[in-house]
Each structure stands twice: as structure tokens, then as C-alpha cells.
DNA sequence: CACCAATTTAGAATTATTCTAAATCTTGAC
DNA sequence: GTCAAGATTTAGAATAATTCTAAATTGGTG
């Protein structure tokens, strides 16, 4: 049980600029597209937490010739580089996360608002099964926001 | 393999569940059904997180007229009282879990194997948003399990 | 038993994601 | 710069996951 605890402390992937981008992508196997750019652009720009889809269309603005597939694979690349998080709430679509820090979701059941919160470094220590090699910890918080809250 | 970490723990709420079956529907606002029954029978018997296809398929068996619809509908009922968790692991097909205990999820994301490990009762408040009411916590772990581990 | 609302049903519809095969790029070698 | 090889993009089809629909059935209540 000597190494059966751990602590919230993942392979903490810096945040990098736009300069680092495609050496990024390179690192990960991946070739510099412009497509993956503008996918990665987008989803800096407003962290909501879109879905494959909302990136789609946001992506469309300056880029409309861009497929659905596209999409998913740029994501996917971006997944898999450590550039961005993929976040499963609920049902249904899949969400997009560009920060790395380690936090966790604050999910309001009522109005599907999205909160990041950083964890502290020193937080929670859980056991885990014996030679399992954590990549990352998802962790989802379900519950009522504060606005919805009041309207009850 | 360190028993009562990848063990499935029962816990109090499960074991008294099924002569209280039809009393915790009521209370949820639900009404007995056998397909209820026999949904609830079906995640409760292989505990190994199947998805709302897998439980049809099951439910079938003994059941064999029930539909897509209703598993769906019997599982949100199912949720909504308090019997079952929904579980998101990855993109696709939502998971079920009818150990209500306090636990994460150990998720190989080679293998797709789930292992429940029990959280600590003493596990550290988190940060939360102001006003934020905590429904539930839903905490997955993603890596590699020991036997994908070793085939590596 | 009779009523009303909840539930089930089969199948259609919708939503989310993946696949396909051809066209187009990116990279590295020359 | 040109070229080939392989990665990537594209539109659209295909599949998977979930929800919806409207009619039939069922459970609980009086």
C-alpha cells in the first residue's frame, strides 16, 4: 500500500504561447495546420467549455471552409498534445477546455454554467489501484449554481 | 490485488435498496414498474459499468419485449432516486454504476477497464464557487492499468 | 371497478461522432 | 525549387447514442 496514495499532483503541462504551437504539435507526431491553429484560436478565445460543434461554427467565422471532421480531428490533436482538455459533463456532447492548469468543473445542473477552479497543490490524497499510472484526473462537481440557487 | 480497493464495497444504502425498492421510487416521484425492477436487477448484477445499450441487451433476457426507450427512461428514474450513477468517462456511450458509495473511477484508457477505488471519508474540502450548492462528485482517473502496463 | 396520470412501446427523429475516398497540403530529400 | 510520401482536409455518407412521438397499457386512488 506503500505507493497506493497520491496526490492531486499530474504531469503539469505549462501553458506556452502561440510561438510554441506547432513545435507542440511536432512533439505530439502532428504536423502544423492552419486548420488546427484556427480550431486551437477559437477555443482560447472564449473559455466556455464548447462543444465539438460550437467550435465548429466559431471556427467557421474565419475559416468557413472547414469540415465537421476536421473539427473533431484538430481537437483530437490538440487532445492528445496536451493543449486542450476534454471535459465530459453529462449526457450527451463532449466539452473543450483549453486550460491546463489543474483545476476541476463546478457544473450547475440547472443552467449547465461551467466554473474552473483551481485545486490546491497539496489537496486530496487517494488511494489507487496497484500499478495503475494515472495520466490525469477528471473531476467534475455537480450541483446548483448560486444564480439558479436564488431562483428557488 | 489489495482487496477493498478494487473490491465492490456494498454499502448500506445498496444492500437494504432492494426490499426498499419500490419505497425510494415513490420518494423520487416515480412509480414501481417491473422494468425498473428489472433494470435495476441488471445493473446490479454485473457490476462492471456497462452502457445503456449493454443494459438493454441484459434486460432483454429476462425481459425480452422492454424497449430502447424505456431502459432509458428507467435508468434516468433509476438516477434520479438515488440508485444508480451515471458515469462519463470518454466520448460515447454514458456508463451506469449502482455503487452509491463514495468513490472514484479508475479508468484505463487502453484497455477501457473501470476500477471503483473508495475515497477517504476524511477527503479534503475543495475550493468551491461562492453560493455553488454540491450536489455529487464525479471523479475520474485516466491511465494505464497494471496489465496494460506491463504488455508495454 | 373507473379514472387519471405515469409509463411503456415501436419506430421515427435528432444529435454526436466516425468513416470514406478523393483532393490537397506539409515535410524532407534531392 | 521539385518531387514523392504520407498526413491532413473535405463533403457527405454512415454509424452510434439518445430523445421524441403518439397510441396503448398499466399502477395507484377513490
Known amino acids: 500500500m506503500a505507493d497506493g496514495y497520491f ?30 491553429q484556427h480550431v ?15 467550435i465548429f461554427i466559431r471556427t ?5 471552409k ?3 471532421a476536421t473539427v473533431y480531428n484538430c ?8 493543449l486542450v482538455r476534454q471535459v465530459q ?6 466539452r473543450f477546455c ?5 483545476h476541476c468543473h463546478y457544473y450547475c445542473d440547472s443552467c449547465g454554467e461551467v466554473f474552473d477552479v483551481a485545486l490546491p497543490t497539496d489537496s486530496t490524497v487517494m488511494p489507487r489501484p496497484k500499478g495503475f499510472k494515472v495520466d490525469h484526473y477528471d ?11 436564488k431562483k428557488k
Not at 40 to 54: G, M
Not at 89 to 94: F, P, V
Not at 98 to 102: L, T
Open 7 to 36: 496526490g492531486f499532483v499530474m504531469s503539469g503541462v505549462e501553458r506556452k504561447s502561440n510561438e510554441n504551437f506547432s513545435e507542440r504539435l511536432n512533439t505530439g507526431g502532428f504536423r502544423f495546420t492552419p486548420q488546427r
Open 40 to 54: 486551437y484560436d477559437v477555443v482560447l478565445q472564449k473559455r466556455d467549455h464548447p462543444t465539438a460543434e460550437e
Open 60 to 64: 467557421k467565422k474565419t475559416m468557413p
Open 66 to 68: 472547414i469540415s465537421h
Open 75 to 82: 481537437l483530437d490533436a490538440l487532445v492528445k498534445c496536451g
Open 89 to 94: 459533463l453529462e449526457r450527451g456532447a463532449t
Open 98 to 102: 483549453p486550460n491546463m492548469e489543474e
Open 139 to 149: 473531476i467534475a462537481v455537480h450541483g446548483i449554481c448560486a444564480e439558479c440557487a
